[in-house]
């Protein structure tokens, strides 16, 4: 909390002529006896594009401050012309109140100021070298921008926290990254399985072109054999069992085990286009 609160500030001349000095009536709160003097200063921005022509018009301190409302004028001289560039003197321009205790800036008030010519001739046609007996200051105090900020007083208590103060449930709610990162890494083995089911099942299919393109020499010794199967069944008939049983023993030399452990038949039976396997997926001293 802090010990000094800015109740209130009245501009008192505006608006004026750009050479006037500014005058304030300043209204804040004291909660409690200060050490210190408060410390106000007024600057005036020179430039909106570079800190350098910015100016400080005045400083005061104020003090020893009593608890309770305090009132008091701050007056401050005109900028200085020299330190403004020409290009900016005309338009708007803002000047910072700021109010500070032991080297500690809490509070601070900013106005929009416009420079302007005050005859109608000036303001149609402006000459190139500002006329500054027809500039006329206008502070836009009903629109005052404040800021406030924690420092420490007279008293340790009253530093503001360094850190954030903790918060133990924090450690308790999962961490949306770490879940994050389980959908990829599951995402990422679906995958793997999936590019591993696809290899199979090409190597399946080129195992299927070769037996295939075996297909017609097993026919063609099949064909021999049947050959000569004929021509013993004309030398001799008896031998007709025989012969059948070695056919079929044949037969059994040409399967062959598949990777799922399965037997697969090859020439005719892949010829006649028999699947070979199965795809996976207030009041003060003024000094």
């Known amino acids: 909390m802090s010990v000094v609160s800015l109740l209130g500030v009245k501009v008192l001349n505006n608006p004026a002529k750009f050479g006037d000095k500014y005058e304030f009536e300043i209204t804040f709160e004291c909660l409690e006896q200060l050490q210190k003097d408060l410390e106000w200063k007024l600057t005036y921005v020179g430039s909106a594009t570079s800190s350098e022509h910015d100016q400080e018009l005045d400083s005061l301190l104020v003090g020893p401050i009593p608890v309770g409302v305090n009132k008091f004028i701050f007056e401050a001289d005109a900028p200085d ?13 803002v000047i910072l109140l700021t109010c500070s205790y032991d080297g500690r800036e809490f509070v601070r008030v900013g106005y929009y100021v416009n420079n302007e010519y005050d005859t109608e001739e000036l303001v149609a046609e402006p000459p190139a070298k500002p006329v500054m007996d027809h500039v006329r200051r206008n502070i836009l105090a009903e629109k005052p921008r404040v800021t406030r900020f924690a420092i420490k007083w007279d008293s ?3 530093a503001p926290a360094e850190f954030p103060p903790e918060q133990p449930e924090a450690d308790i709610i999962d961490d949306d990254g770490t879940a994050y990162g389980a959908e990829e890494v599951e995402l990422e083995e679906a995958l793997i399985k999936e590019e591993a089911a696809l290899a199979a099942e090409g190597e399946d299919m080129e195992m299927a072109g070769a037996e295939d393109t075996a297909g017609p020499a097993v026919a063609a010794e099949d064909d021999d054999d049947s050959d000569a199967g004929s021509e013993d069944l004309e030398a001799e008939s008896s031998g007709s069992d025989e012969e059948i049983e070695e056919e079929e023993g044949d037969g059994d030399e040409d399967m062959e085990m598949g990777e799922d452990g399965e037997a697969k038949p090859t020439g005719a039976s892949a010829q006649n286009g028999q699947p070979i396997g199965e795809p996976p997926h207030g009041e ?3 000094h």
Do not use: A, C, H, N
């Open 156 to 158: 340790e208590d009253s």
């Open 284 to 286: 003060v001293m003024v």
């Open 81 to 93: 012309l020299k330190r403004i560039p020409t290009s900016e003197i005309l338009g708007v321009t």
